[in-house]
């Protein structure tokens, strides 16, 4: 045998004194070459374990117990709470503060259960942020009324049966309270979009335009 051939697969530089530390830890692999790529496959264990770490560490937006103060203004009072960023006024609404009118459908913008009127403009409050809400009014369906009566637009969706199972009933009458205060008297066109993000999975929609044109009536003292 040459030395050529003696020297066959081993790695460069070695003598023929370390042949004899050759193993045949994974094929084709000498003993040097496995430990180091496994000193290298742990350096990588411990710099992910690391930068998993880091990556923890900023995804800690709040402490537990911290939060912003902020006070909201609600059906005409006041409420004063602490509140995590990330909460949803939809959240705040129904379960910090109790108004349960408003209801959770999707929690994603596109069924318009969650309406309520901010600023006389209907908007989904399941895609608000309570930190958002601050300094503006808001109104739910429990402040449409006046004690323990129904208030116009609540009446009308009685009188003309604008309900199945009622679940999305809140929403639709809070899209019909801020279409009308902004326009007073609308068409059945104008009716038919300010409500057109409201979806109704019983399929009320004719009684639901009629209860809205009513509501108009009611509005001005039951005549036009």
Same mark, same amino acid.
């Given at each position: 045998?040459?030395?050529?051939?003696?020297?066959?697969?081993?790695?460069?530089?070695?003598?023929?004194?370390?042949?004899?530390?050759?193993?045949?830890?994974?094929?084709?692999?000498?003993?040097?070459?496995?430990?180091?790529?496994?000193?290298?496959?742990?350096?990588?264990?411990?710099?992910?374990?690391?930068?998993?770490?880091?990556?923890?560490?900023?995804?800690?937006?709040?402490?537990?117990?911290?939060?912003?103060?902020?006070?909201?203004?609600?059906?005409?009072?006041?409420?004063?709470?602490?509140?995590?960023?990330?909460?949803?006024?939809?959240?705040?609404?129904?379960? @910090?503060?109790?108004?349960?009118? =408003?209801? $959770? %459908?999707?929690? /994603? +913008? #596109?069924?318009?259960?969650?309406?309520?009127?901010?600023?006389?403009?209907?908007?989904?409050?399941?895609?608000?942020?309570?930190?958002?809400? @601050?300094?503006?009014?808001?109104? =739910?369906? $429990? %402040?449409?009324? /006046? +004690? #323990?009566?129904?208030?116009?637009?609540?009446?009308?969706?009685?009188?003309?049966?604008?309900?199945?199972?009622?679940?999305?009933?809140?929403?639709?009458?809070?899209?019909?309270?801020?279409?009308?205060?902004?326009?007073p008297h609308p068409t059945i066109e104008q009716i038919r979009q300010g409500v057109s993000g409201n979806l109704c999975r019983c399929g009320a929609y004719?009684?639901?335009?009629?209860?809205?044109?009513?509501?108009?009536?009611?509005?001005?003292?039951?005549?036009?």
């Open positions: 045998m040459t030395n050529n051939d003696k020297n066959f697969g081993m790695e460069e530089g070695m003598s023929n004194d370390d042949d004899r530390h050759q193993c045949t830890c994974g094929k084709g692999l000498t003993r040097r070459q496995f430990l180091t790529s496994a000193g290298a496959g742990a350096l990588v264990v411990a710099a992910s374990g690391h930068l998993g770490k880091e990556r923890e560490a900023s995804a800690a937006v709040i402490k537990s117990g911290e939060g912003n103060k902020i006070t909201l203004l609600i059906n005409g009072k006041r409420f004063h709470m602490l509140v995590e960023p990330r909460w949803s006024l939809l959240y705040v609404l129904r379960e @910090e503060l109790g108004f349960t009118g =408003t209801k $959770e %459908g999707c929690g /994603r +913008g #596109e069924c318009g259960a969650c309406t309520v009127v901010i600023d006389n403009v209907p908007r989904y409050s399941c895609m608000t942020l309570a930190v958002e809400a @601050e300094g503006v009014e808001i109104t =739910t369906v $429990e %402040g449409l009324m /006046r +004690g #323990e009566e129904l208030g116009p637009v609540q009446k009308a969706f009685v009188e003309h049966d604008a309900l199945q199972c009622g679940y999305c009933t809140p929403g639709q009458i809070m899209s019909v309270e801020g279409l009308l205060r902004k326009e004719t009684h639901i335009f009629e209860a809205a044109k009513r509501a108009v009536e009611l509005k001005h003292g039951g005549v036009l």
